[in-house]
T-cell receptor, first 115, second 112 residues
Framework: EAQVTQNPRYLITVTGKKLTVTCSQNMNHEYMSWYRQDPGLGLRQIYYSMNVEVTDKGDVPEGYKVSRKEKRNFPLILESPSPNQTSLYFC??????????????FGPGTRLTVL | GDSVTQMEGPVTLSEEAFLTINCTYTATGYPSLFWYVQYPGEGLQLLLKATKADDKGSNKGFEATYRKETTSFHLEKGSVQVSDSAVYFCALTSGANSKLTFGKGITLSVRP
């Protein structure tokens, strides 16, 4: 089954404790992206990757890091989480760099709470 | 920059009622337009899309027409069901980094 998986689905942590949210897709997609969803704000892009070893900032990259060492994986790293990073996070992927016609497939989401 | 404005929610309807969710956009160039749906506890799924002016996207009884003159992409369904209860997001991409720009989303609740 074609899918985007994220782990963990739920995470409660404390300020300053480094964490990684994993994202993996099995569709051989070149493009992957991270979004955060906050009430009243919709989804905002954090980082994206056009292909292996190619990453760039989205609209709200502060406090986050990413890496793309393999095509299927795109982990999101919070080196020193803060309470304002409490949010619902979604990973997405699409083929051929996304573009105007290509659907982005979303993972199930990771609900992160930073105390 | 690009932006998407959705009508304020939440919306509560009775089963078989007619649904309209308004969406307008601002974008440079010629964006593609999307409606995504998020069922409780799940990720976003593409509901429908339109890639050029006057295109009509449709799926599962939902429709939306790309109106360039009014910069709108309103979502409609003639007869909603309880199973349509979800959060609906209007979005666009103008090709720059393939980023999806989302509206704030609107929660639809359909009661039997």
């Amino acid at each position: 089954e074609a899918q985007v998986t994220q782990n963990p689905r739920y995470l409660i942590t404390v300020t300053g404790k480094k964490l990684t949210v994993t994202c993996s897709q099995n569709m051989n997609h070149e493009y992957m992206s991270w979004y955060r969803q906050d009430p009243g704000l919709g989804l905002r892009q954090i980082y994206y990757s056009m292909n292996v070893e190619v990453t760039d900032k989205g609209d709200v990259p502060e406090g986050y890091k990413v890496s793309r060492k393999e095509k299927r994986n795109f982990p999101l790293i919070l080196e020193s989480p803060s309470p304002n990073q409490t949010s619902l996070y979604f990973c997405a992927s699409s083929s051929s760099g996304g573009g105007l016609n290509n659907e982005q497939f979303f993972g199930p989401g990771t609900r992160l709470t930073v105390l | 920059g690009d932006s998407v404005t959705q009508m304020e929610g939440p919306v509560t309807l009775s089963e078989e009622a007619f649904l309209t969710i308004n969406c307008t956009y601002t974008a440079t160039g010629y964006p593609s337009l999307f409606w995504y749906v998020q069922y409780p506890g799940e990720g976003l799924q593409l509901l429908l899309k339109a890639t050029k002016a006057d295109d009509k996207g449709s799926n599962k009884g939902f429709e939306a027409t790309y109106r360039k003159e009014t910069t709108s992409f309103h979502l409609e369904k003639g007869s909603v069901q309880v199973s349509d209860s979800a959060v609906y997001f209007c979005a666009l991409t103008s090709g720059a980094n393939s980023k999806l720009t989302f509206g704030k989303g609107i929660t639809l609740s359909v009661r039997p």
